[in-house]
């Protein structure tokens, strides 16, 4: 039985949450560009839903790149007030201004923003309706901004439940999925007993757990090393974009097997699916 494909495979790409770490995404797409490889469809969580949403609009990685180096922090969140959390209002018209007033239906290349909605705290993977919004929701870090109406949904950050989406392009029918994790050392540990430093190193533990999901259902898993750069600031984008260009590259001989259909299929059971909405 042979065991490779013998039509042209369906290819997703899945972007992983990690904050201003994002901008090592560009980097990523700087190499896809260079080999011509060109993706079926494409999710994205966080950080990871904006520069995916670009790219499935058909935004090149120099674009990206000149977006990102003109960006500031205050044009993301817009409250000056330190302890109180920001609307996304900010980060809707990054989306507006760059890709326009559209739906996420709209996009040339099928896209999904991933969010949890915290009235149910189910995860939301949306595929229709306001893309500004649906972004917004989807980056919508918890204490840092206030949560998205969405119909009758609230939605924060999709990396409460799947910060790494390697799993959502399977169930639009894709044969294979390649991951970027721009927060591959997110799990660091503490000889602090500090309140705050104890919380931070617990909050990274359980990120750490919620990423597993993302590795088991990646073919491949491009894993960025940004502890370096803070997830806060938008400092060292150059530094970034470089690291996420050459780790793709150095794993681009097995992303380039898979998109030769010389790569085993894998067989993975639907992780938690009745738990996913589908909007």
């Given at each position: 039985?042979?065991?490779?494909?013998?039509k042209?495979?369906?290819?997703?790409?899945?972007?992983?949450?990690?904050?201003a770490?994002?901008?090592?995404?560009?980097?990523?797409?700087?190499?896809?560009?260079?080999?011509?490889?060109?993706?079926?469809?494409?999710?994205?969580?966080?950080?990871?839903s904006?520069?995916?949403?670009?790219?499935?609009?058909?935004?090149?990685?120099d674009?990206?790149?000149?977006?990102?180096?003109?960006?500031?922090?205050?044009?993301?969140?817009?409250?000056?007030?330190?302890?109180?959390?920001?609307?996304?209002?900010?980060?809707e018209?990054?989306?507006t201004?760059?890709?326009?007033?559209?739906?996420?239906?709209?996009?040339?290349?099928?896209?999904?923003?991933?969010?949890?909605?915290?009235?149910?705290?189910?995860?939301?993977?949306?595929?229709?309706?306001?893309?500004s919004?649906?972004?917004?929701?989807?980056?919508?870090?918890?204490?840092?901004?206030?949560?998205?109406?969405?119909?009758?949904?609230?939605?924060?950050?999709g990396?409460?439940?799947?910060?790494?989406?390697?799993?959502?392009?399977?169930?639009?029918?894709?044969?294979?999925?390649?991951?970027v994790?721009?927060?591959?050392?997110?799990?660091?540990?503490?000889?602090?007993?500090?309140?705050?430093?104890?919380?931070?190193?617990?909050?990274?533990?359980?990120?750490?757990?919620?990423?597993?999901?993302?590795?088991?259902?990646?073919?491949?898993m491009?894993?960025?090393?940004?502890?370096?750069?803070?997830?806060?600031e938008?400092?060292?984008?150059?530094?970034?974009?470089?690291e996420?260009?050459?780790?793709?590259?150095?794993?681009?001989?097995?992303?380039?097997?898979?998109f030769?259909?010389?790569?085993r299929?894998?067989?993975?059971?639907?992780?938690?699916k009745?738990?996913?909405?589908?909007?």
């Amino acid at each position: 039985m042979n065991i490779f494909l013998k039509k042209k495979p369906k290819i997703g790409l899945a972007f992983g949450g990690g904050g201003a770490r994002g901008m090592s995404h560009i980097g990523v797409l700087k190499a896809f560009e260079e080999y011509g490889l060109k993706f079926d469809y494409v999710c994205g969580t966080s950080v990871g839903s904006i520069i995916g949403a670009a790219y499935a609009s058909g935004k090149k990685w120099d674009e990206l790149y000149d977006i990102a180096k003109s960006l500031k922090v205050k044009d993301i969140r817009t409250n000056k007030v330190f302890f109180m959390p920001s609307k996304t209002d900010g980060i809707e018209s990054l989306m507006t201004d760059t890709l326009g007033d559209i739906n996420v239906e709209d996009l040339k290349t099928p896209f999904s923003a991933v969010a949890v909605d915290i009235k149910t705290t189910k995860e939301v993977c949306i595929s229709h309706g306001n893309l500004s919004k649906a972004v917004a929701g989807s980056c919508c870090v918890p204490g840092i901004f206030q949560p998205v109406e969405f119909g009758d949904r609230l939605l924060c950050d999709g990396g409460l439940q799947n910060t790494i989406p390697a799993n959502i392009p399977r169930y639009f029918g894709c044969d294979f999925v390649i991951a970027v994790d721009c927060n591959s050392t997110r799990t660091y540990g503490t000889d602090s007993t500090k309140v705050l430093d104890v919380l931070g190193c617990t909050i990274r533990t359980l990120m750490k757990s919620n990423a597993v999901k993302g590795y088991l259902c990646a073919d491949v898993m491009i894993a960025t090393d940004n502890k370096r750069f803070k997830s806060t600031e938008l400092k060292g984008i150059d530094e970034m974009v470089e690291e996420g260009y050459r780790n793709a590259i150095d794993l681009m001989p097995q992303i380039i097997k898979i998109f030769q259909g010389r790569v085993r299929k894998k067989k993975l059971k639907d992780f938690d699916k009745d738990e996913i909405e589908f909007i």
